[in-house]
């Protein structure tokens, strides 16, 4: 079970409409040792509600316990139900496998997968793309 190290839900309100970037530390409940981050940043605004783009990570010896999945999923839950988000849009690697199981899990759609998209390791190679708009919460 993970928490934020701050609670999340403290941040909505018109105080914040401004603020531009959503980022909590993901720790173990129990021993309140950080095993990673997430959040999101918004990207733009119109008259149905923010356009924000989401990022996670957690630290590999945390991986494959679920941990991202839960986390995500709240964040989710406080950006479409508190934080006026209309559409949150994330991606990874399309190597990365256990980041896409994350964004299927939650739900999220894959939009596009870019050809040798960007460099990394030393070779180009392919990106994802995910999206989830407001109404297709749940």
């Known amino acids: 079970m993970v928490y934020f ?9 018109k105080t914040n409409e401004l603020r531009e970037f959503y980022f909590f530390h993901i720790e173990d409940k129990q ?3 950080q095993i990673g981050s997430i959040g999101y940043h918004v990207t733009d605004r119109c008259p ?11 630290y590999p010896e945390f ?3 679920n941990y991202t999945t839960e986390a995500f ?5 406080f950006a479409f139900e508190e934080n ?4 949150v ?3 990874g690697l399309s190597e990365n496998y256990g980041s896409e199981k994350v964004m299927i899990k939650c739900g999220l759609i894959k939009e596009a997968e870019h050809i040798d998209y960007e460099w990394h390791g030393g070779k180009l190679k392919n990106r994802l793309e995910y999206r989830m708009l407001k109404g297709e919460f749940s």
Do not use: M, P
């Open 84 to 87: 006026n988000v209309y559409r």
């Open 63 to 65: 991986w494959g316990r």
């Open 73 to 77: 999923r709240k964040v989710l839950e």
């Open 5 to 13: 190290s701050k609670d999340i839900h403290q941040l909505s309100g």
């Open 48 to 58: 149905v509600g923010k356009f924000v783009h989401a990022g996670f990570f957690i």
């Open 31 to 33: 021993s309140h040792q």
């Open 89 to 91: 849009t994330t991606g």
